[in-house]
């Protein structure tokens, strides 16, 4: 209540710079964003791989919406859901942030992103040469959450695996945008997806490979990491 008897006006809450919020007993401030670029599309991926059912879930403007839309539509097919050894329609959900290349690199600078790239002809000439195992990150950028998520656990969970092996990224080039080199590794490789890995334990060219990944898989990346250099011949 005001000091005179009144009842206090109740602010707005495009007031509230620094509003908080009591969690189990707990407080937690939350600091104002800037607006979101995000577009949150749910769909379901049929038994033929096709897409179909798009429902935006989030968005900041139905012109995103629409390019969103409009990609997934001539996107090519995608590997159906299987459950009990049989295919199955597939009900998921995507994001996708609409950033300015030249904030994308901005970001990357102040996150310190920093990789070594690699094309197939120099993976040739460089494998009977090396005196430890080379891996390959193939990626789509740093916008894709399973790229970026495979990337960021490369410094988290196999940190204790750095010095022990030659890593590159393939990757859409910042420059001309193009796939090229992720095309030539999947022509050569089989490397049909991303985020894909390559482990070549040897100088004959000889490796093992995994594809996909998300945080729930960071025990399985592990061991995969560990059977991989369990069969380096260096």
């Known amino acids: 209540m005001a000091g005179d008897g009144r009842r206090a006006p109740v602010p707005r809450l495009s007031e509230l710079h620094d509003p908080v919020f009591g969690v189990g007993g707990r407080q937690h401030t939350f600091e104002r964003q800037p607006e979101s670029t995000q577009v949150f599309v749910q769909f379901v991926v049929e038994k033929d791989g096709s897409l179909s059912n798009f429902k935006c879930v989030r968005s900041p403007d139905n012109s995103l919406t629409e390019e969103v839309y409009r990609v997934m539509r001539s996107a090519p097919k995608w590997t159906p859901g299987r459950s009990k050894n049989s295919t199955v329609r597939t009900q998921t959900m995507i994001s996708v942030d609409f950033i300015e290349r030249s904030q994308l690199l901005a970001k990357r600078k102040e996150k310190r992103l920093e990789y070594r790239t ?58 001309t945008g193009s796939y090229e080199n992720c095309y030539g590794f ?29 945080r729930k898989q960071s025990g399985e990346l592990v061991k995969w990491m560990e059977e991989a250099f369990a069969k380096s011949e260096f």
Request: hydrophobic residues 40%; charged residues 25%; contains cysteine.
């Open 118 to 175: 690699i094309s197939v002809a120099n993976l040739r000439a460089l494998l009977p040469i090396v005196d430890k195992p080379v891996v390959v990150l193939i990626l789509s950028d740093f916008g894709c959450v399973p790229s970026r998520s495979l990337f960021n656990a490369w410094h988290t969970l196999l940190k204790a695996y750095e010095g022990r092996y030659e890593r590159y990224v393939v990757m859409r080039d910042e420059d």
């Open 186 to 214: 999947r022509d050569e490789y089989g490397a049909q997806e991303v985020p894909t890995i390559l482990f070549f334990y040897n100088r004959k060219g000889d490796y093992v490979s995994r594809t996909g990944y998300d």
